[in-house]
């Protein structure tokens, strides 16, 4: 069974970090890709980016470039998202999602997931 923890969300000021993880089991870990989604409230849920463990390929959606990096440590089977100079609008419920078949643009098809973690929340104070 694919199981997915994340961790490391907290409240944070505007200009801050946070990294998350997502801790994965259930599955070969280098068959996969990995995509973060955030849902605020109010709002449907998005991607913001994904890593194939194949190949290392990565994508990001255009609000979080330059200021997020995805990346992975396939020994511990655990993918982060490294978040930088951090704002308002990035407050949310963070998710991270796996499948085996898709590409890293998949991020932008919530339903072409097909397992997903509880969600760990973001609070940005402004």
């Known amino acids: 069974e694919v199981q997915l923890v994340e961790s490391g969300g907290g409240l944070v000021q505007a200009g801050g970090s946070l990294r998350l993880s997502c801790a994965a089991s259930?599955?070969?870990?280098?068959?996969?890709?990995i995509g973060w989604f955030r849902q605020a409230p109010g709002k449907e849920r998005e991607g913001v980016s994904s890593?194939?463990?194949?190949?290392?390929?990565?994508y990001y959606v255009d609000s979080v470039k330059g200021r997020f990096t995805i990346s992975s440590d396939n020994a511990k089977n655990t993918v982060y998202l490294q978040m930088n100079s951090l704002k308002p609008e990035d407050a949310a419920v963070y998710y991270c999602?796996?499948?085996?078949?898709?590409?890293?643009?998949?991020?932008?098809?919530?339903?072409?997931?097909?397992?997903w973690g509880q969600g760990t929340q973001v609070t940005v104070s402004s």
């Open positions: 259930g599955f070969t870990f280098d068959d996969y890709v």
């Open positions: 890593i194939s463990l194949t190949d290392g390929t990565r």
């Open positions: 999602a796996a499948d085996p078949y898709n590409t890293v643009v998949a991020v932008k098809d919530e339903s072409a997931w097909d397992s």
